[in-house]
């Protein structure tokens, strides 16, 4: 009875210990940031699009993204629906991440620190240079979900700000979509056609 008791409070205490820091993640992140910087600035609004888009396609893992985005609908698609999604939605999220990040044009946004939810899954905080009590971002926290790979490559999966994420919130309307048009084959391509739609195609 008490080696059961000994495990239980073993295996409790390593449950409530605080998650590491990951310096190799938050170097990468940190990396991306500042390559990032001067692409924000762009006045032209076809040259930022262009370089955000190169950036995204260099750092996000789009497919894991959009797979994630799908829900429990991921596994329904049919290889035609692959094939017309994932360009499509390549394209939508890249606005998407414009148009967040857009309204940080002209600051520098520094990582501050990093929590491993598992050895491939960390989150990354940023904040906004400099920014001052009572500015606009004082409070703001810039969040980046980073995946690691098993060969240690890394790439970002998500991205936030104070705890509102992207992807999660791509995938609360897609399943939405989908399941608002049955369900099924049919509701993928309400989906489909909806990107088609909102990327001007």
């Known amino acids: 009875m008490r080696i059961f008791s000994f495990v239980a409070a073993l295996f409790a205490m390593f449950a409530l210990a605080p998650a590491y820091a990951d310096e190799a993640a938050e170097a990468f992140v940190q990396a991306v940031l500042d390559e990032a910087e001067p692409a924000f600035n762009l006045t032209d609004e076809d040259a930022r699009l262009e370089a955000i888009t190169a950036l995204v396609d260099k750092y996000v893992d789009m497919r894991k993204v959009g797979f994630f985005t799908l829900g429990q609908y991921a596994r329904r698609m049919s290889d035609e629906q692959k094939a017309a999604y994932f360009p499509l939605f390549r394209k939508y999220a890249t606005l998407i991440y414009r148009d967040a990040?857009?309204?940080?044009?002209?600051?520098?946004?520094?990582?501050?620190?990093?929590?491993?939810?598992?050895?491939?899954?960390?989150?990354?905080?940023?904040?906004?240079?400099?920014?001052?009590?009572?500015?606009?971002?004082?409070?703001?926290?810039?969040?980046?979900?980073?995946?690691?790979?098993?060969?240690?490559?890394?790439?970002?999966?998500?991205?936030?700000?104070?705890?509102?994420?992207?992807?999660?919130?791509?995938?609360?309307?897609?399943?939405?979509?989908?399941?608002?048009?049955?369900?099924?084959?049919?509701?993928?391509?309400?989906?489909?056609?909806?990107?088609?739609?909102?990327?001007?195609?």
């Open 101 to 201: 990040l857009s309204e940080y044009s002209g600051e520098r946004l520094v990582v501050t620190n990093s929590i491993d939810r598992s050895e491939r899954d960390i989150i990354v905080n940023s904040e906004v240079a400099g920014a001052q009590p009572g500015q606009q971002f004082a409070n703001l926290v810039v969040h980046w979900r980073v995946y690691r790979s098993r060969d240690g490559a890394m790439s970002v999966v998500d991205a936030g700000a104070n705890d509102i994420w992207l992807a999660i919130e791509q995938r609360s309307q897609f399943t939405s979509i989908i399941a608002n048009n049955g369900g099924g084959a049919a509701g993928i391509d309400a989906l489909i056609a909806q990107l088609r739609k909102q990327v001007g195609e």
